[in-house]
């Protein structure tokens, strides 16, 4: 299905690996491995707590590209972390949200076109409860200071003492996975720098290989500053209809000329041109303008789209119904799928039931995941731009 | 064999529960078993880190006398502790030691004569790595704050941010220890307290019900200060010969007439009366004169001693030979039952084999056990007088 060129080369697939990258730590592991010939296993997390939205196509891109470029991709649905988020939450809702999770991120990786057999779904407590595992959270805790487990998770535990001490076991667990999933590489946003910069230290002190990490951007949200699940309308859902991701767009922030912190371009940078290149080889993006009978602007080039942006060529009016048009298209493959499939359609009900009035008082006293800052329900549903690291 | 008559009302029984304590808290859950009729269970955990010797005592007798008034008692050998204690030290060398610790309590318990058939030992190892112990560690860790786990862990733990993230697991162990052990007490001194006051709130918030706390003061060691395991002269093993020992108490500090922080007064008070009344049924302690031609002090009452203490008729010089005496009576048994067990004597060099100069090198760098202050070798070995709790 996937039209772009599968890279040969070792250098084809490190830039394919690389592509758009912040950082990379230890390259030369991932080099290593190419050289002897054999896949790159890379893990990336995610807590099963809310409902994966169009934001998750950040880090979804990113693992196209990876299987695309011949990597092993784990991915970890982190429903233990999903459970403590809320003990309130019966352990049987959390199960049908990892299964709702592996529904949706697969159907977004076959949007793309890539071939997904070298993707592998693990849920946390597969593993996170076995013996060998949580020795070595004993030990790892043994041997790692309260100081530098919160200096490893300051920008994605919630920093007090008063904040629960599970933050402080956060970077521990998250970082024993790498050894657990037996993977050469870890995924994550940029956040993640000073866990993955912990990772490194801390694994040889248990007698573990150092592992390489690679790291997305944070990227703006498409309606400029954070999406919120409180406000329905900041959020796209990734069964949401054309008409209804087209209605939300439009609400969508974007100042004219203004090209940093423009969700809007962002998108289009991280996810909808990859994606387009990743589906049909052709790394475009094309803005109608038949209302003033003028020729489409086709991007393949992210400068020479904020050059127009800023000399309002490309004007917000002209740039929302693209991204929409895009979005829905992107989407099409995943509401397919979901239209075809009554297993993901029962498990949705079961794992997103109606909320109750009751319910929905009794999940707000429950919130006490450390990875949400408090008062910030939005990261719960929507973190950022990313989708969240285990949680 | 014992003595002393097995109390049999619920008066008799508290009594004895209750004899030398320093405080106890939710007594009426005690009281409430008494009244059902049934076993009060209780736990004691000990780290298997260094070697027992006769500050062990101190827990030992009341340990004996729950047993004495038909509870059944729970020894935690915290070996899994023991391991995280120097993780250079290899598994088998504590596992050894846990079973020189079962090997020896029993001894002690023996040694005054009481029925040990209602007594337990546990392994941490044999639970605290099951999925169902794990899970309560990480859902508790999520319901409790850095800063209560500090303040819970204040008086046994050492208190920094460089301290090692174990420290602030310890309590939350120790608190589901009460659950998995399926315990009513937990038994400890009072360096405990804000451990079990935090049970008591914490067992709760996970759904389970509180438990009772016993708590034995905290007396001077038998030396005055702190034992210390570098000094081999101020600690007293439990196998060391009459000879050894009367040379030891003989150094043992002991200011005329000052009975507080008098290490060998508080032995008395606290193990050897208490053992002499489960042994023989007589509380008493012979004190002999015979060099003075005179008739021998024989003391039933801690008051009477300690009054005549303080006005010199009792003199140190009186007091030493009377103690090492009756320390070496007591553990008469325990050298029998060493002598007469090949599989205890074989264990012991497995468990303690003699230090290599490079294998103390090793031990040194690698010691970073968050219970033990810095620079406070003796803690590992001997701490205080008592009984090391779980560590």
Known sequence: MASRK?????????????????ETINPEIIEGILDEGRAVKVYWGTATTGKPHTGYFVPAIKIAQLLHAGCEVTILLADIHGFLDNL?????????????????????????????????????????????????????????????????????VKQSTNAPLSGLLYPILQILDEEHLGVDVQFGGVDQRKLFTAAKEWLPKLGYKQRAHIMNPMIPGLHGGKM????????????????????????????????????????????????????????????????????????????????????????????????????AHLTAHIRDSFAASPEWQNLTTLAYPPPAKKEKKVKNKGTHYPVRPKGDEAAKETPKDEAPKEA
């Open 228 to 327: 919120s699940s409180s406000e329905e309308d900041s959020k796209i859902d990734l069964l949401d209809s054309p008409e209804t991701i087209t209605k939300k767009i439009r609400k969508a922030e974007a100042a004219p000329k203004i090209v940093e912190g423009n969700g809007l371009l962002a998108f289009v940078e991280y996810v909808l041109l990859p994606a387009a290149e990743l589906k049909t080889g052709a790394r475009t993006f094309t803005v109608e303008r038949t209302r003033d009978a003028l020729e489409p602007l086709v991007y393949s080039d992210v400068k020479a789209m904020h050059a127009d942006y800023q000399n309002d060529v490309l004007t917000p009016q002209l740039l929302k119904p693209a991204v929409a048009d895009a979005i």
């Open 88 to 156: 309130k939450a019966p352990l049987e809702l959390v199960e049908h949200r990892s299964n709702y999770y592996q529904w949706t991120i697969r159907a977004m990786l076959e949007a793309v076109g890539v071939d997904t057999s070298l993707l592998k779904f693990v849920k946390g407590s597969s593993y996170q409860k076995s013996p060998d595992y949580i020795m070595d959270v004993y030990r790892l805790c043994s041997v790692t200071s309260e100081h530098d487990a919160k200096k490893a998770g300051a920008e994605i």
């Open 6 to 22: 599968s890279p040969e080369t070792k250098e084809e697939k490190l830039a394919l690996i690389y592509e758009n990258l912040a």
